[in-house]
């Protein structure tokens, strides 16, 4: 079987684990879990394209998760208040909708917004920030200050973003009962859909022209210059795809979990989910998501036994990676699979036949 025989079966058998056998072997406590890592996921999977395709370290992600998942939350606020304020307006105060919100009164405006926001603003800041050479941890640093700065505004907008709290208390989605089970069921079985049709895209996109292009600005942006192609505009349009990923990412994750909060977007998640790459294995895509699943139920499991030894073995898990496999967890398989391969290459040793074999072998 060839590799690209071998990638369909894999898909295929994920596929299925994840829409069949999944469904009937969890609850639905253990499946809304599921759920959510599937949302982190997404966003991983951005990560993997921009920062193991492109070479784009960012530690931001929360934002463009964060703006998809408020978009998508304003909405549901207004659709549950029926034409009154959000209650969390009313308890700060406000006296009339903010023009903010209007638009998001609308269900196909506040969907669109879900992916145009995130990725206007990553167009509008990679415009900015590439064109100016900026990168490696320059890029990084900015990133990350961006999301500190993002969540300190939703903080202190109290009435308009809910503060702390962020929006919770979510009741309908499109007429169906968000806390009904089906309701959950058919949300896992949307995201997971919507995470296998993205890696699809995403595996065409690098294997394009367009993908090669962004490897070899990865590897080496100076010489891709000089060949006459602008390294910036490959990194923009990556980093807006990345960050649309993270947005319909944050959209889902909203009725998945019921909430959408400042806690979920700042500079520690927008590391775990760097480190979920890292561990995974950035330079696959697959590794991406392989990472984001097994580290946010490593986090869950290791939670309900140790809650205060998680981080710790996170931290022990990212230095393990980045010094002993660079590569992740697929990078490990693929070094064993490349072992193997060699030692069934390598010809048996020739033996060489004694001096009394050789005397018998000679005729009389």
């Known amino acids: ?16 684990l994840l829409l069949v056998v999944a469904p009937l072997a969890l609850p639905g406590f253990r499946l809304d879990e599921l759920a959510k890592y ?13 920062w193991g395709q492109g070479g784009m370290l960012t530690l931001g992600q929360g934002v463009f998760f964060g703006l998809g998942g408020y978009a998508m939350g304003m909405y549901l606020k207004l659709h549950d208040a029926g034409g009154e304020l959000p209650d969390f307006m009313v308890w700060s105060g406000v006296e009339e909708l903010p023009a903010l919100w209007a638009p998001f009164r609308n269900p196909v405006i506040a969907l669109a917004a879900v992916v145009v926001l995130p990725v206007t603003v990553a167009a509008l ?9 900026v990168r490696g941890a320059y890029f990084a640093i900015l990133s990350q200050a961006l999301a500190a700065a993002f969540v300190i505004l939703l903080v202190g907008q109290q009435g308009l973003t809910g503060g702390t709290n962020g929006l919770t208390n979510f009741y309908d989605f499109f007429g169906f009962e968000l806390e009904a089970e089906s309701t959950q069921r058919g949300l896992y079985f949307v995201t997971a859909v919507v995470l296998g049709v993205l890696y699809l895209l995403a595996r065409q996109l690098v294997k394009s022209r367009f993908g090669r292009l962004l490897i070899a600005v990865r590897d080496g942006e100076d010489r891709v210059r000089f060949l006459g192609y602008n390294p910036a505009t490959v990194k923009t349009i990556t980093f807006a795809i990345s960050a649309g990923m993270a947005g319909l990412a944050g959209a889902l994750f ?12 700042g500079v520690v998640p927008s590391l775990e989910l760097v480190v979920a790459v890292a561990i995974g294995g950035r330079y696959a895509l697959a590794g991406a998501i392989l990472g984001a699943i097994v580290m946010n139920y490593g986090k869950t499991a290791f939670s309900e036994e140790w809650a205060g030894g998680w981080l710790y073995l996170q931290g022990a898990l990212f230095i393990g990676v980045m010094t002993l496999a660079p590569k992740g967890a697929i990078g490990v398989y693929q070094q064993i699979k490349d072992a193997v391969a060699r030692r069934r290459s390598v010809p048996a040793p020739h033996q060489e036949k004694s001096p009394a074999s050789l005397k018998e072998e000679v005729p009389a």
Do not use: E, H, T, W
Not at 3 to 9: P, Q, S, T
Not at 125 to 133: E, I, K, S, Y
């Open 125 to 133: 800041l990679g415009a900015l920030v590439f064109r100016q050479r």
């Open 254 to 265: 909203v009725p998945v979990a019921g909430i959408i909060s400042p806690s979920l977007l």
């Open 38 to 50: 599937l949302c982190f996921a997404i966003a991983a999977l951005g990560i993997g394209l921009a």
């Open 1 to 16: 079987m060839n590799d690209k025989l071998r990638g369909y079966a894999m898909f295929a058998a994920v596929s299925a």
